[in-house]
């Protein structure tokens, strides 16, 4: 059990939170959700014993495996795949003992640890990571690559990849989804879900909360109070709280009011059953939603974008790629205003790199790009953070947009994307993660566009945040174009699913279950192929499996044959000298000495003996084991 006893932890002067006390349970999943800055990290340095309360009594079991994501990654030299394996501490240690008896030429040594590298699986640790590394994104070739070669982004992979391969009895994981892409999402999840031991998760997506966690800590005003069930049965009870609270329930009247109208608007235009009737479901809920987001301190919306022809942009038989490699062949899309389209598709097959060619950020190796003249694209990308000038402030910002407005309008503007008082003043330098790609949203929404490129938003984005933008999304009259990993968001603000796979560009007539399924289905052909290919040579590869097998466990049969040999050899001499010993002459006066000797002798090989033999059960039974 992991115990929180009337807990306050500070930052300086500020109070985190106080009196918390909850009990985390063994086998327990336990997601932490709470504004940007509630303490979440905190808590976590708390239980790895980087921080320590500043009031109240904080316990857990001596002796647990704690695994955590690094967030530095070392440029080292060394492989990917033997960096994932390091996370496998008690394998590295056995591997660093067996090159020491080898050194040594211990051979009885060698054997034991031999067995124990079997007992613990260390001959499938190779695998083991390398299936992690697959469902992470990373490919078979990439394994080999030093780590020094992967950019920030992969390196986190890594860094979980590393966590993951830790025989942990407690994982910490903080906001693990934010460098990955919607497939390898799918894959963690259904790996926490089969996780046997503790997890503590801080995490702003909905679905992957939703279907991992049993229990929510919910961190706000101070306050660390845990809740039963996923997080969805956590906003349903926290909606139930804030009702009975006057002021909050005017405003979630008028925000289930906001929802309904665009629920019954889109039921009445919905012509396509499957995916309409999806959309459907997820606005319904959002009705729950709202009532539990009624204290957000965000609020905005975006402004009726002016012309909008038709179509705004098309492409035309369009090549995508780097150089000599196309990605995507012979693409073809057109987008016309109210357009509402979320891309699906593996790593690498080339969604960004579309949305890039639609931005004009890349030119298409071939064919055609048609843009309306009065096409205004707003570009909402990761790298759009760093173009931030870091040493001006959010006012400023928006002043290079509007030199018009006044400073009144500019920061009422602001206010709704919480830049609140002096805060509109501020450096940016400084700012989180979070509040920079707020910002970058607050840019975008302020330039009215009337066509959206939006290559994963909810990066750094907590909840509240993240429900703000997908309220606002539902209100955008113009068109959209979408890559996210946020289940949620794609749910409830598109109604058409293109699948960027194998070359192609092409309509994906499903939801986003039917496209986990298929996910599914393609790492099964993938593991099909693999076998196919597997068989052709497992024949050679099995003898090959079994020389390994015979050189390792080389040690463990010379130690029998050696025990052997001397069991022979001392019941041969103990033999010699019972016979020498039946003779009567031998205890004659004259004999006295010669007698000593060999009654001295006898203890001697006895001794011997039995020392051989228990040598030779003990190799024997560790023969039997393997």
Not at 14 to 35: E, I, M, Y
Not at 107 to 133: D, V
Not at 436 to 460: C, G, I, S
Not at 584 to 590: C, D, M, Q
Request: one cysteine or more; hydrophobic letters at 40%.
């Amino acid at each position: 059990m992991i115990n929180f006893k009337n807990v306050a932890l500070r930052r300086g002067a500020r109070v985190l939170f106080d009196n918390a006390s909850f009990t985390l349970h063994k086998g327990q999943k336990v997601g932490f959700t709470g504004a940007n800055g509630a303490g979440k990290s905190s808590l976590f340095a708390l239980v790895r014993n980087e921080l320590h309360p500043d009031e109240g009594d904080f316990s857990m079991p001596p002796q647990l495996e704690i695994a955590h994501v690094a967030q530095e990654t070392p440029a080292v030299a060394c492989s990917a795949i033997d960096y994932v394996i390091d996370g496998d501490a008690p394998l590295r240690r056995l591997q660093q003992q067996t090159l020491v008896a080898e050194q040594a030429n211990d051979g009885m040594k060698l054997a034991e640890c031999h067995a124990m590298l079997e007992t613990i699986g260390g001959y499938t640790a190779q695998a083991r990571a390398s299936r992690l590394m697959n469902g992470l994104g990373f490919t078979a070739a990439q394994e080999q690559n030093a780590v020094s070669s992967f950019s920030g982004g992969w390196r986190m992979r890594l860094n979980l990849a590393q966590a993951l391969m830790c025989r942990s009895d407690l994982l910490l994981l903080d906001e693990p989804t934010n460098h990955l892409d919607l497939d390898a999402v799918i894959w963690l999840q259904d790996w926490l879900c089969k996780y046997p031991g503790t997890l503590m998760l801080i995490s702003h997506d909905r679905d992957f909360l939703d279907t991992i966690t049993d229990h929510i800590v919910h961190i706000e005003q101070n306050k660390a109070e845990i809740y039963t069930g996923n997080y969805s049965a956590f906003e349903k009870m926290r909606a139930e709280k804030l009702a009975q609270q006057q002021a909050a329930f005017q405003k979630q009247q008028r925000e289930v009011a906001h929802i309904q109208s665009f629920v019954d608007r889109f039921k009445a235009q919905a012509t396509k059953a499957r995916q309409a009737q999806s959309r459907i479901k997820a606005l319904e809920r959002m009705e729950l939603i709202a009532a539990a987001h009624v204290d957000s301190p965000f609020d905005f919306s975006f402004a009726k974008p002016g012309r909008m022809p038709n179509p705004l942009l098309s492409l035309e038989k369009v090549d995508i790629g780097y150089g000599q490699t196309i990605i995507i062949k012979q693409a073809g899309l057109s987008i016309s205003p109210g357009d509402r389209i979320g891309l699906l598709g593996p790593n690498g097959a080339g969604k960004s790199s579309l949305i890039k060619v639609l931005a004009g950020e890349m030119q298409p190796l071939s064919g055609k790009k048609l843009a309306a003249d009065t096409l205004k694209i707003g570009y909402f990308a990761q790298h759009q953070l760093e173009q931030l000038h870091l040493d001006e402030s959010p006012l400023w910002h928006v002043q290079q947009i509007d030199k018009q407005a006044t400073e009144k309008e500019l920061r009422n503007f602001l206010g709704g994307f919480d830049f609140q008082g002096d805060k509109v003043l501020e450096l940016v330098k400084p700012f989180s993660g979070g509040e920079k790609a707020r910002l970058v949203l607050a840019l975008l929404v302020y330039q009215n566009p009337n066509l959206l490129l939006l290559d994963e938003p909810t990066n750094h984005l907590d909840l509240e945040m993240r429900h703000a933008l997908s309220v606002a999304l539902q209100d955008y009259q113009g068109a959209i174009v979408v890559v996210s990993h946020d289940r949620h968001l794609l749910r409830s603000v598109t109604d058409q699913l293109l699948l960027v796979a194998g070359g192609k560009v092409q309509s994906f007539d499903g939801d986003l279950e039917d496209y986990r399924i298929w996910l599914s289905d393609q790492k099964k052909k993938e593991e099909k192929s693999s076998i196919e290919l597997t068989s052709v040579v497992s024949r050679k590869d099995q003898r090959k499996l079994d020389a390994e097998r015979r050189q390792r466990h080389k040690p463990l049969y010379d130690a029998l044959k050696k025990a052997e040999l001397a069991v022979e050899k001392y019941h041969q001499e103990q033999r010699q000298l019972e016979q020498q010993l039946a003779d009567p002459a031998i205890y004659a006066e004259s004999e006295k000495a010669q007698l000593k000797k060999l009654m001295e002798r006898k203890a001697q090989v006895d001794k011997a003996l039995g020392d051989a033999e228990a040598a030779w059960m003990d190799a024997e039974e560790r023969l039997e084991e393997l």
